[in-house]
């Protein structure tokens, strides 16, 4: 799962801290920051970093590259799976885009911001809050852009873009009325069923299927590219993932052996969609630490509300070496803060596999994966978590590039002391690099289940097993924070730092709100986790206090002794949960502390966010890599440079992806022909 910048966990995608960077830092932009390069509407875009890459080897280099063209090649994926109208609305406003010409300048800024909260989001539905945003612009306007080309789809996707009934959410976890989870919900896991229409259904491709009802019967359309030989025919998004193990097998060639065979078991997981290669490649990648590292697949689970459905990402990184050295230490003694975690013994996990611990720049992000995302622990899979250990990510271009973007607005506003505004100011920097660290490094990999358990855990915890996940790694974080092991392994520069991790921990209840800004109700498995932990050590412990002053709600710490006694409390219940596979304690727990809030505290906050003129959202503009060729077609030379441009950024992408050769069928998925 990942950290995210307050996120969730699933591919041990970790703690979407794009809260804690909200919360923590969020303040504001200043105009002439180079970090931040654009804005439109809500949300922020920054230009992401990699001067590691000057350090790399030319065969290194030429690595990077080709595992940045596949990182492409999967980047239109995601769209599909959000939403069944994801591709057309997207090939739409990218030729309306690339030709203005003719078209009104007011309307076409319009449709140009539009497009880039589109891309931004990777469809129309915020990737936060799952809720779905509508355009400026009308359907008028978009009409006469539009020209006779695409008169038919403006007419046809008119219900998919204007009408804020239509399918206004991607995934819903707590639906309203008489539609359950898979009804409510836009993405495009499962076709024409009912959530009880899963029930007893035995997937064999449960990450990387679609399913769907036909003649009153489920079947699995499988995402896979095909075998050379025929003997495994083309499924869904076949053009696309074709075209990344092209990549891949490109990539192969400048690999070092064990990075070679990983990307080996990848190649054939795409082309046969067999989960058993799936493994194969988790185990592969997860034995090797090369300097330019990648993931590329079907991984989290978070948009699917049953949370089994893999949503299409990848990245490419570069370690950097320094910040590495901190991170190891951590890794190291991973058995250390396993034996004294608040859990019962039977819960220990004992001969603790150290994890792979990695701080990263990254040169790539594509699909469903954001520069929110500073931290990940990855495979997802308990399996390989076990027998084989796992890697932690701490994406330090993602943190930093949101950091410069940021200033002490948001603290100034909601920091409910001045020592609280104090802490945070010197040490709030120190405090979230921590966080993400002790929430990757230690937190996902932790504690082991019941033996009698013959599944995962998501099996029998179902919706609510990433809250749980994202929670418990957040708990490890902070029940650790205090641990003298810290400063003995010089991580931690005084214990302020600890408390200006619970003052977050406490404050973000309130300051998240601003990104829920329909509703009342939390969907984001990230978001649960934090109003889970708040609200749960607010009722059960007293420690913090939500308060009223001067007409405004603040979040008060009172007693850090008594905070850790909460924490500690419930990373034990979540624990003891999570190994007995106990789904009615979790929802108990979540629905009662994680998923409901009053709507006019929310209204306070974002009124009062208003005021600081920051964006409450945020995107990123990836480097840019080109390799030139010599008369052999092989790789001559790799340059980087940063674009600062997201428009044409993402339209290069698109032009690189437009389907070829296999035709309409293959390139499209069912919904989309």
């Known amino acids: 799962m990942h950290a995210d910048s307050g996120l969730p966990y699933t591919g041990r995608q970790e703690l979407r801290r794009i809260a804690f960077l909200s919360l923590i830092f969020s303040a504001g932009l200043a105009a002439q920051d180079p970090a931040r390069v654009d804005r439109a509407g809500d949300t922020g875009f920054v230009q992401l970093e990699a001067e590691s890459f000057h350090k790399l080897t030319p065969r290194e280099q030429a690595l990077a590259y080709w595992l940045c ?14 939403s069944r109208f994801g591709l057309r609305e997207k090939r739409m406003l990218e030729t309306i885009v690339s030709h203005p010409e003719g078209v009104d300048p007011a309307v076409m800024k319009k449709i140009a911001d539009f497009t880039k909260l ?57 639906p309203r009325g008489s539609l359950d989870i898979l009804q409510a919900s836009s993405n495009t896991f499962y076709e024409g069923m009912s959530l009880a229409d899963t029930q007893g259904f035995h997937e064999l491709y449960p990450l990387n299927s679609r399913l769907v009802k036909a003649g009153g019967k489920l079947e699995e359309e499988v995402y896979r590219a095909g075998t ?36 080996g078991a990848l190649i054939r997981f795409y082309q046969t969609g067999d989960p058993k290669e799936w493994i194969q490649f988790g185990i592969e990648w997860v034995r090797d630490n090369p300097p330019v590292d990648f993931d590329n697949g079907f991984i989290e689970v978070y948009r699917d509300a049953r949370g089994a459905k893999g949503s299409s990402q990848s990245f490419v990184t570069i ?41 990263v720049e990254a040169l790539i992000e594509t699909g469903d994966f954001h520069v929110t995302t500073i931290g990940d622990n990855l495979p997802n899979e308990n399996e390989i978590h ?38 945070t100011k010197k040490y709030g920097d120190e405090a979230e690099d921590l966080m993400t660290a002790l929430h990757e490094v230690i937190g996902h990999g932790s504690g082991k289940l019941n033996p009698k358990l013959t599944h995962e855990a998501s099996y029998y915890l179902k919706e609510y097993f990433s ?33 200006t991790m619970y003052y977050s921990a ?78 009615n304690a979790i929802k108990e727990l979540v629905d009662r502390y994680g998923v409901h809030f009053d709507p006019k505290l929310r ?14 959202y945020w995107a990123g503009i990836n480097p840019d890599l080109k390799a030139t060729f010599d008369p052999y077609g092989k790789i001559a030379r790799v340059t980087i440079s940063y674009p600062r441009d997201y428009q044409s950024q993402q339209l290069d992408y698109a032009r690189q992806n437009t389907p070829r050769g296999a035709g309409p069928s293959r390139a499209l998925p069912s919904h989309d022909r």
């Not at 080309?149 to 007419?155: D, H, I, L, N, P």
């Not at 890794?331 to 019962?344: G, I, K, R, T, V």
């Not at 890697?391 to 609280?420: N, Q, R, V, W, Y």
């Not at 306070?604 to 964006?615: F, I, S």
């Open 603 to 616: 209204d306070q906050v974002v009124a009062r966010y208003a005021k600081l003129n920051l964006p409450t």
């Open 467 to 499: 809250t749980l996940e994202e929670a418990r790694a957040d708990l490890m974080a902070l029940w650790n924070a205090f641990d003298p092991k810290l400063q003995e392994l010089g991580l931690i520069s005084s214990p302020d730092v600890a408390k």
């Open 118 to 174: 589109f891309w931004a989001n990777k469809g129309n539905h915020n990737e936060t809050t799952g809720q779905k945003f509508l355009p400026e612009f009308t359907f008028e306007e978009l009409r006469a852009a539009a020209g006779p080309r695409f008169a038919m789809e403006v007419s046809e996707l008119k219900a998919s873009l204007f009408d804020p009934d239509f399918e206004p959410m991607t995934t819903a976890k707590s």
């Open 506 to 583: 406490a404050r973000v209840a309130l300051t998240q709100l601003r990104r829920i800004p329909h509703g009342d109700t939390i969907e984001e498995d990230h978001e649960r986790d934090r109003q889970l932990i708040a609200r749960y050590i607010m009722d059960k412990t007293g420690a913090i206090e939500q308060i009223e002053r001067g007409g405004k709600a603040y979040i008060v710490v009172r007693d850090f002794e008594g905070m850790r006694k909460g924490v500690g409390m419930l990373l034990a219940e979540l624990m003891r949960i999570k190994a007995e596979g106990d789904y």
């Open 386 to 423: 076990e027998k084989y250990g796992s890697k932690s990510f701490m994406f330090t271009a993602s943190s930093h590039a949101l950091d410069h973007a940021a200033g002490h607005g948001p603290i100034e506003e909601f920091g409910a002391s001045p020592e609280e505004i104090a802490l």
């Open 69 to 82: 063209q596949a990182s492409i090649s999967i980047d239109p994926i995601i769209y599909d799976q959000m």
């Open 228 to 263: 050379p030989d025929g003997k495994v025919s083309p499924g869904l998004y076949a053009e696309y993932l074709h075209r990344a193990n092209d990549m891949l097998e490109r990539a192969r060639a400048y690999a070092d052996p064990e990075q070679a065979r990983a990307s």
């Open 319 to 359: 370690t950097d070496a320094t910040e590495a050295a901190r991170m190891r230490k951590l890794s190291d003694n991973a058995q250390y803060f396993e034996d004294h975690a608040p859990w019962l013994p039977q819960y220990k996990k004992q001969g603790v596999k150290p994890p792979v611990a990695k701080a």
